[in-house]
Each structure stands twice: as structure tokens, then as C-alpha cells.
């Protein structure tokens, strides 16, 4: 078959490509299983298919989906396949196996016709007189994964497609959205990094305002989807359809996990920054978190970061703490929902200098509620809190820090924010939207809570877990 030629090609080829390119472009082919696996998400398909594969690699996407629609019992007349590859290499290989699915589905009677474009996708898509022969009923996409610059060609050829995003593999879905037809479906395993977030936020309504998102497959390990090639992203594939009638939206994970979803618990119809949440595994104890009657602002508290940025204060960091200094906290300081403060022989520093230039940088004394911005690898929960109470202090940029308009908070209420936000209920939900150890101060805000008066009392509680699970 095919697809497993392709497969065992794509295990024989990827460790002579170039490590440092692929690594910067996050460019990562497309094992088998999950090539068919997508291939099986599209609905019933029309007579006449217009087929997108941008970034096609090897073409194990477009292989998977001509075998899927000549198995099908109605199956279309024609498939033409627009794949554009810019790696010469790849593309010498996909032209060969373009022409043998084209082979074979003649076999099967569907007529299929491909074009191979050596072309950087997003430019071409960029370029009037190019881009208006490209529209598509069906997309089928694993985009590379790469960070794109401010100022980078990629980005300003974005923006002339109405598109503003951060990384290569939301400029590439992006372009695609703007390329499909009405009805037409997409498919794409991306990282999930897009479903929370200030910076996708423009994606992510982008998106939704011109698709139906119809499902969502989580990969709940990191090395699912890639572990041939060691990646730690962790994954979702998804498919929207342009112009469909939101529904409820069909969640699935890679052990077996199936739920019909309403579309609200998906993408709340209150939430500004149309957060994508995932709802699987603990539904209760997320569906506990999201039911709590409290915003931040109702409890009278806000959340900021760290207003230390390490390398821009340089001349004024100390190692050791002195009669001139304040502490200086880093999220290394913050050890079982405390902070250890000074660490002997600290490798960065433990205190900033006390003086004129420093003055914005240091928050006032009293008690803070600090959340790590990237929890480590081997910590068990995103979220991690603990409590800053003493003098004056330096906040690094690496934290969050709650705080009643810049001052301290009382005591009680510090106490049960913390077990709140150290709870395995808030991990849960935080899971829901976030799939990477990043926890930014938009996402905190966007956390329901207790009130200040249940929060009081969990503080002043024995046992906060205790009294936290009778309020949940």
C-alpha cells in the first residue's frame, strides 16, 4: 500500500535531513496512522474534490486522503491536488508519490490530477495574480511550527491577507482558511498552543466567525503524534468547515476518549478572547471550576507581571541581599506554596539594589499571592502558587503576582487564593485551554473563583483542600 511506502521512506529519510533547518521551521512529516486517521474525519465529499496540501512534505496526507475517498462507497469523480513542498528533496519524492496515487485511483475509478508547487506557501498565497486560482473545497494540513518574526517577510505577507498571528503553523491554516470554498472542510494537526492566549487571539476569531468547528482530537501525551522525531509539542487535530451552522463540537483524544460537546463549552459565548477550551477527562471538576460565581475583578484583586525583567537591570543585581537592597524573588525561590528566600549560592541573584533607579521596579511591602508564569517540566501542575509576605521586594518577569491595586492582600484571603490556585481542580481546567507550561496573567484573569468571602474562609480553614472541596 502507498501510504506505508510513504511511511517507511519518511523513517529512512528524516535523519539525513537538515537538524538545524527543520528545527527552526519545525518542520515534522507526518507518521501514517495519523495521516489516515485524519484522512477519515472529512464528511461525504462532491463529485469535483479541490484538495490543499501546504507543507506537504513526502505527501503522505494527500496519499492518505485519495486512498480514504476511493474506499468510500460514494466516492468522488475527480480529486485535483494543489501541494506545495520548498524543500527540493522532499518534493522530488512527492512528485513520485503524487503520480503513484494518481495510479492507483484510476485503478479505483477517480480520476486524479496533482500539481507540486516548489513555492514558499504563505508568500505565494500573498501574491495577487497567484492566489486567486487557489480555492479549495478541502484542506488537509500538518504546517510547520516556527515562530515568525515582527519584522519577517512571512508576517507582512500575512498581514496584506487580513491574517495577524505569531508562528508559521497559524499563518499557514490561516492563508488556508482565506482559500476555501464555502462547504469547504479543513483538517489539521497542529500544537494547541493556539487555543489560549493573547497573541492567537486574531487566529482564533478569525476562525471562529468564518467556520464551523465540528471536532477536536487531543493527543494527551506529548509524544504521540511525533515520537519518531522527539517532539514535546503537544498536539490537536482539528477540522471547521466555512460557512457551517455552529453545533456541538465532537471531542476525542488518543486513548480512546469520545464526548459530543455543546459548542458554548467549547468556546464560551461571554469570553472576549474566545479561548478554545478542551474539555476531556475530568469533566466534573472542570465543569466545578467553570460554575463558580466569581471573576477576579469581583473579588476586588488583580494580577500583573513581575516587574523585573533580569537582563534590563543588570547593573543593579545583587547575589546577596545587603543594607542597600530589597529581595529579589524569582520563581526558583518558590518551594511548596512558599518562598525560600535567600537560596545559598543561587546562580542568578537574590536581591536589587535599593535606589532611585530601581524605585518603579520594587512593589510594596506585604503579602503577595505569586504564580509562576512556566512551570518546569516535572512539576505535576500548570498553575503553581505560593506566597511572598515581608519588606519591600523585587518581582522577576518570570512571575505573576496578585495584588489589590499594586498593595498587599490580607492575609486570610492570600492564603486561600493560593490553596485555590494550587488546587488539582484548577489544574484540571487550566488544561482545558492550555496545552503548553506557559500560565500568563490574561489566563488567570479568565479563571473563575470562588468570593473573596469563600476564599477568606478557605484561607482561615485547617485544611484548605478540605474546605475548598465543599464549595466545588
Request: glycine letters at 6%; charged letters at 25%.
Amino acid at each position: 500500500m502507498l501510504i506505508a511506502q510513504i511511511d517507511q521512506t519518511r523513517r529512512e529519510f528524516s535523519p539525513t535531513l537538515d537538524e538545524a533547518r527543520r528545527s527552526e521551521l519545525g518542520q515534522y512529516m507526518t507518521p501514517a496512522p495519523i495521516a489516515e486517521f485524519m484522512s477519515t474525519m472529512f464528511g461525504e465529499m462532491p463529485d469535483h474534490v479541490q484538495l490543499l496540501d501546504a507543507g506537504a512534505g513526502m505527501g503522505a496526507l494527500s496519499a492518505a486522503f485519495i486512498n480514504e475517498a476511493c474506499n468510500r462507497k460514494r466516492k468522488p469523480r475527480t480529486i485535483d491536488v494543489t501541494a506545495f513542498e520548498i524543500w527540493p528533496d522532499l518534493a522530488d519524492l512527492l512528485e513520485v508519490h503524487m503520480a503513484a496515487a494518481a495510479k492507483a485511483a484510476d485503478a479505483a475509478g477517480v480520476h486524479v490530477t496533482f500539481r507540486v508547487l516548489r513555492d514558499d506557501y504563505i508568500l505565494a498565497s500573498a501574491e495577487p495574480m497567484f492566489s486567486a486560482d487557489l480555492r479549495f473545497t478541502h484542506a488537509i494540513l500538518n504546517p510547520p511550527y516556527g515562530k515568525l518574526g515582527t519584522g519577517s517577510t512571512w508576517r507582512a505577507a500575512l498581514r496584506t491577507l487580513g491574517i495577524e498571528t505569531v508562528n508559521f503553523y497559524s499563518g499557514f491554516c490561516g492563508a488556508a482558511m482565506t482559500q476555501m470554498e464555502t462547504g469547504g472542510e479543513m483538517v489539521a494537526i497542529t500544537p494547541r498552543s493556539f487555543c489560549n492566549g493573547p497573541y492567537y487571539q486574531p487566529f482564533r476569531q478569525m476562525m471562529l466567525e468564518d467556520f464551523g468547528l465540528e471536532r477536536l482530537h487531543v493527543f494527551e501525551s506529548r509524544r504521540t503524534a511525533f515520537k519518531d522525531d522527539a517532539v514535546l509539542q503537544e498536539n490537536i487535530i482539528f477540522k471547521i468547515t466555512r460557512g457551517a451552522t455552529q453545533g456541538n463540537v465532537i471531542l476525542t483524544t488518543d486513548e480512546g476518549y469520545v464526548r459530543s460537546a455543546p459548542s458554548d463549552e467549547i468556546v464560551r459565548p461571554d469570553d472576549k478572547s474566545s479561548f478554545i477550551r478542551l474539555p476531556v477527562g475530568e469533566d466534573k471538576l472542570a465543569a466545578s471550576i467553570q460554575a463558580l460565581p466569581s471573576s477576579l475583578s469581583d473579588i476586588g484583586v488583580q494580577v500583573s507581571t513581575g516587574r523585573v525583567v533580569d537582563f534590563r537591570a543588570r547593573e543593579h543585581l545583587r547575589a546577596d541581599p545587603g543594607a542597600d537592597t530589597v529581595p529579589l524573588i524569582y520563581p526558583q525561590h518558590m518551594k511548596a506554596g512558599a518562598v525560600v528566600w535567600p537560596i545559598e549560592g543561587f546562580k542568578k541573584s537574590n536581591a536589587l539594589a535599593d535606589c532611585p533607579e530601581t524605585e518603579k521596579l520594587i512593589s510594596a511591602a506585604g503579602t503577595y499571592v505569586l504564580a509562576k508564569r512556566f512551570s518546569a517540566k516535572e512539576e505535576k501542575r500548570r498553575v503553581v502558587a505560593a506566597i511572598y509576605s515581608g519588606p519591600r521586594v523585587g518581582l522577576e518577569n518570570h512571575l505573576n503576582y496578585f495584588h489589590e491595586k499594586l498593595a498587599g492582600l490580607p492575609d486570610d484571603l492570600a492564603a486561600g487564593l493560593c490553596a485555590y490556585l494550587n488546587s488539582e481542580a484548577v489544574d484540571v481546567f487550566f488544561r482545558t485551554f492550555s496545552g503548553h507550561t506557559q500560565v500568563n496573567a490574561t489566563d488567570l484573569r479568565g479563571l473563575r473563583y470562588p468570593t473573596r468571602e469563600q476564599l477568606i474562609a478557605i484561607g482561615r480553614a485547617k485544611d484548605p483542600q478540605e474546605a475548598l472541596a465543599a464549595i466545588l
